[in-house]
């Protein structure tokens, strides 16, 4: 009788949560378990458990009642990159290293064939740097900002935007009670997929993207337009990584944990300050924040956290590694990782939703007085 060793496959969710990751552990776990009886190793917090050496078995009863939980199960981080690795040194300084030998020596000591290893664009260049050392590396596409160009869609991002277009719903009541300009925060800080999707699923008046420079000028015409035409509030949706009219960013904070330092957030202050006093007209902000990224995933994340699962579980257990998942026309396929993090996928100009808003009255904040006049909503 031939023996077949059994193949140890390491799970770990990196970079910042989504609704949808429980739902890949499960879709993971109970394939490799029922088609290869393989054992399933969760790696705790991420890349932090991988360079710090903290893992467990999966058990059954870890995987029961979770497809609809949101967060994940085993933790996650998006300041454990091996290769800039924060370590607490005397005087509480925090000084930066690279630590990837211990990642490295952690899949050879607990005996991994494979690592899947689900997140955006940071874990899948973290992935990159792996296979290069030798791991093997299964990735899943995971990121709210649906900014991975080697795939149609990322699992969460569908939750995101429902939660946006809900808070626009909610916001509008309140607004046209009050004749208020509303401006809504959301995530993106590259990419403007949830401003761009939310705010057209919510009637927005006003999108702000990363990848479309916007004037005041433009914004303050639009809103000022409706008032006079009765319709005597509007609302602003405006992606966190939305470029001022001078070029810049809003940046809240810096972290030196991180990768990428920059903390992005408060743009939304500065537009709602901005327009009350460009139009006079009363201006409040809400920012969405985390709330985009908690709660239950939406049946449709759930489906695709599952593909995704399913076919990431089969590349691990049958050797097709150095690849991600990812949807393709309806269907789930390997992709290389190197195509996965090639380039962002961000807004085109041309994007069909962006030209359907358009025609339908939505600015941009890049409008012409000439092209603002024909817009009557």
């Known amino acids: 009788m031939n023996f077949i060793a059994r193949k140890r496959i390491g799970i770990l969710t990196g970079g910042g949560d989504c609704p949808g990751l429980n739902a890949v552990i499960r879709a993971v776990t109970k394939t490799a378990w029922a088609q290869y009886g393989a054992t399933v190793v969760g790696i705790e917090d991420g890349f932090e458990g991988l360079v710090e050496g903290r893992m467990h078995e999966i058990q059954d009863n870890e995987v029961s009642s979770i497809l609809g939980q949101g967060g994940t199960i085993l933790g996650s981080s998006n300041k454990g990159d091996p290769w800039h690795y924060p ?35 940071g874990t899948m260049n973290i992935s990159s740097k792996l296979m290069e050392n030798g791991v093997n590396v299964v990735g899943v596409p995971k990121t709210i900002d649906n900014d991975l160009a080697a795939t149609d869609l990322t699992f969460g991002f569908d939750t995101a935007v429902s939660v946006v277009c809900e808070a626009i719903d909610r916001l509008h009541t309140t607004a046209s009670s009050h004749h208020r300009v509303m401006v809504i925060e959301v995530m993106g800080r590259h990419a403007g997929w949830i401003a761009l999707t939310g705010g057209a699923a ?39 990584g939305a470029k001022l009219p001078d070029g810049g960013q809003v940046i809240k904070a810096l972290d030196e944990k991180r990768t990428d330092a920059r903390q992005l957030g408060g743009i939304g ?46 590349c691990a257990c049958r050797g097709d590694h150095g690849v991600m998942v990812a949807l393709r026309n309806n269907e789930i396929v390997p992709v290389p990782i190197k195509e996965a993090i090639a380039q962002l996928r961000t807004v085109p100009a041309d994007n069909q939703l962006v030209r359907s808003t358009r025609s339908i009255g939505v600015s941009f904040g890049n409008e012409t007085a000439d092209e603002d006049s024909r817009h009557d909503d």
């Open 269 to 314: 202050a500065v537009v709602a300050q901005a327009i009350e006093e460009g139009t006079g007209l009363e201006t409040r902000v809400t920012v969405l924040g985390h709330l985009q990224r908690g709660g239950s995933p939406t049946a449709f994340d759930r489906v695709l956290a599952t593909n995704l699962g399913t076919v990431a579980a089969h």
């Open 202 to 240: 919510g009637g927005a008046d006003v999108i702000l993207l990363p990848e479309i420079p916007f004037s005041w000028e433009s914004v303050f015409r639009v809103v000022k337009e409706r008032n006079t035409r009765r319709k005597r509030f509007s609302i602003v949706c405006v992606a966190e």
């Open 87 to 121: 370590v607490e040194m005397p005087g509480n300084r925090i000084e930066i290293q690279d630590c990837s030998y211990k990642a490295i020596r952690n899949v050879q000591r607990w005996a991994l064939d494979a690592v899947i290893a689900i997140g955006g664009d």
